[in-house]
Structure formats: structure tokens, C-alpha cells
């Protein structure tokens, strides 16, 4: 299981073989994992700064969605607070550098895809080995694939995500991000970022430290 398997050095022979792996790649990148979105976005520290990676070729599911939590603890347990090679394809709108990354010899797309927590986002790519895995996921029902009708992702966005999902934690505490200023309900998919640290009961302790409610969730 990959959870037990030990991560080796990454190799300058073992850099080579990723760096052909997509030829549309255009750049190879090292750093040390040191935070989680979700599960297909996180944080490495690259030529010292940090910089958010949406992995390339899947779709995990989006906060609100069952089995969220699941891809987002595979992921950290996978990745978090360890060196990575990041295989860079693209920069997204939001300025996200989106790539393939890769912990010893371990495909963290593929991972996800064989362990049913994520989909092979089709509309952005065509490998054979995201698609063959999506396959035995699904036939094994494992992870999301045992729902009778699980929702991908991109559809789940569409019908409005999180927002029209029943808030039934509309009591608990708001998170504040301290650079940002904004703070966030329990729904929001910021709720968990790596800067939304201050916590408050109300939103009027929010609002009196300074802080403004996030557009997103609006809470």
C-alpha cells in the first residue's frame, strides 16, 4: 500500500525518466511539500517561495462532496512534509503552475485515480494510464466508484458547489486568513487554507478584528 511504502531520494536518473514522461512538460521543479488544499491542490517550496500545484490529469472531489476529506488525507499522507518532483505542464488562470508531481517513483495523479479519489479529468487529457486506472477503480468500487451515482467534480461546480449544499454546520467557528483578511465558513473550500488560522465564534468578532466576510461563502 502506498501509505506504508518508503520514499527513496530522488535520483538524477529517476528526474531524467519523469521529465520525459509528459512531452508536453515544460519544466522540472524539486521542493519539499508544505501544504494541502485539497486533494488535487497543494504547496511546495520551490527555488524559495511557495507555489500552489493543481495536479495535471485529475479531478478530486470539492469540499462538500463525499469523500473530499478521504482525497485530501491521501494526499497529505502521500505527499505532505516531503521532497517532490514537480513535472510543470501549464499555468492556469488563477496563477496555479499545473503539473504531475511525483514522491520517490510515485505518481501522486495516478495514485488517486487507483485508489478511487479522483477522476481523470478527460476534458484535459488523454493518458491512457489516468483512463486504464479510472477503469479498475470503478470496477472495483473502490473509494468515490462504491456511491451508486457519484457526481464529478466539474458537474458538482456547475449546479454551484458547495453553496447550495445544506449547511448544517452554519453555528460552528469562522476561520480567518491572515493575509487576506477575509474569514470563511465551515462550507467555504478556503475554510482549511494554510493562512486561515484565526478562529472566531461570530461573525461580529470577526468583523470588530478587522476582518471582512469572504465572497465566496459570504458568512
Not at 520514499?7 to 524539486?30: D, E, G, Q, W
Not at 488535487?40 to 485529475?58: A, H, K, P, T, Y
Request: with cysteine.
Amino acid at each position: 500500500m502506498l501509505f506504508s511504502c518508503k520514499v527513496r531520494p530522488i535520483s538524477l536518473v529517476v528526474l531524467f525518466c519523469l521529465a520525459s514522461a509528459i512531452s508536453y512538460a515544460t519544466a522540472l521543479h524539486t521542493g519539499k511539500c508544505v501544504g494541502v488544499t485539497d486533494g488535487d491542490s497543494i504547496f511546495v517550496m520551490i527555488d524559495g517561495r511557495e507555489q500552489e500545484i493543481r495536479l495535471e490529469g485529475v479531478d478530486c472531489p470539492e469540499f462538500g462532496q463525499a469523500f473530499c476529506k478521504r482525497a485530501k488525507q491521501f494526499t497529505s499522507g502521500l505527499v505532505f512534509g516531503k521532497d517532490v518532483a514537480v513535472q510543470e505542464v501549464t499555468f492556469d488562470n488563477y496563477g496555479r503552475m499545473v503539473g504531475r508531481v511525483y514522491v520517490g517513483q510515485a505518481d501522486l495523479s495516478l495514485e488517486l485515480v487507483r485508489a478511487g479519489l479522483a477522476w481523470h479529468y478527460k476534458r484535459y487529457s488523454k493518458e491512457t494510464r489516468l483512463s486504464d486506472a479510472e477503469v479498475e477503480a470503478r470496477r472495483d468500487r473502490r473509494g468515490l466508484w462504491a456511491d451508486e451515482n457519484p457526481v464529478a467534480p466539474w458537474a458538482f461546480r456547475h449546479q454551484g458547489g458547495a453553496e447550495n449544499q445544506p449547511k448544517e454546520d452554519a453555528t460552528g467557528d469562522l476561520h480567518g486568513n491572515i493575509k487576506s483578511k477575509a474569514f470563511h465558513h465551515s462550507s467555504c473550500p478556503h475554510y482549511q487554507c494554510k493562512n486561515c488560522i484565526v478562529v472566531f465564534k461570530t461573525r461580529e468578532e470577526a468583523i470588530r478584528a478587522g476582518y471582512h466576510p469572504c465572497g465566496n461563502c459570504k458568512p
